[in-house]
């Protein structure tokens, strides 16, 4: 056991030796480069939640976003985003309705793999921007307007990286998911932490 405990350490070592001691993001809007960014999927999520029976909240994730960011700070209005999602990895905490939300009854990721966001105007206010846009969802596109804040920036094992949040709000009959209505609710809240980052 011992030597396995050696063994890990010394090939942990490498990494743990280029790891910051400080956290390279920071609230900063002037540690912004302008270019264009990828989403970077391992640490973007989506998360969603309607309301249960009248009774509670309940929410669940998507992951596996890709996509690209493009912004300067000396033009923030100009910014454009667009973030696709694959609808197969809709999770909630409970198997048997995670399977459901992957079946024809909700998202039908068979049929509909991906749903996707384009921006149409970003309209930029301090470190918040309003972000109207496309969202196409279940075959079906209608408009999407997203409260967004920044959250840091910085440079990081080679690449500028930055990082915001953003809600908003759709009605899932919209676009054509109306299963266990009005049981559970027609209103769906969005809450998205977006990470991108580009070779510095």
């Known amino acids: 056991m011992r030597t396995i405990l050696i063994a890990l350490a ?7 030796a280029q790891m ?4 390279p993001g920071k609230a900063d809007a002037t540690r912004v480069k302008a270019g ?19 009774f509670t909240p309940f929410s669940g994730f ?12 000396a033009k923030p209005d100009a910014a454009s985003v667009s973030i696709e999602v694959p609808t197969n990895t809709a999770l909630v905490t409970v198997p048997k309705l995670t399977d459901e939300l992957r079946s024809p009854m909700f998202f039908d990721p068979e049929k509909y793999p991906t ?8 309209t930029v206010h301090g470190t918040q921007a309003t972000i109207s846009g496309q969202l196409t969802l279940h075959g079906q596109t209608h408009p999407l307007t997203l409260e967004a804040s920044f959250v840091g ?20 009959s919209d676009y054509g998911i109306s299963a266990l209505l009005p049981l559970v609710s027609d209103e ?4 998205i932490a977006a990470a991108f980052d580009r070779p510095a």
């Open 62 to 73: 998507f992951s596996g976003a890709s996509g690209s960011l493009t912004l300067d700070p």
């Open 115 to 122: 749903m996707k966001f384009v921006s149409d105007k970003v």
């Open 153 to 172: 920036a910085g440079t990081m094992m080679g690449k500028n990286t930055v990082g915001f949040t953003a809600t908003g709000t759709i009605k899932r």
């Open 10 to 16: 010394v090939v942990a070592a490498p990494a743990l």
């Open 20 to 23: 910051p001691k400080d956290p």
């Open 188 to 191: 769906v809240k969005i809450d």
């Open 36 to 54: 264009t960014y990828n989403v970077e999927p391992r640490h973007t999520q989506i998360r969603f939640t309607v309301m249960h029976f009248g």
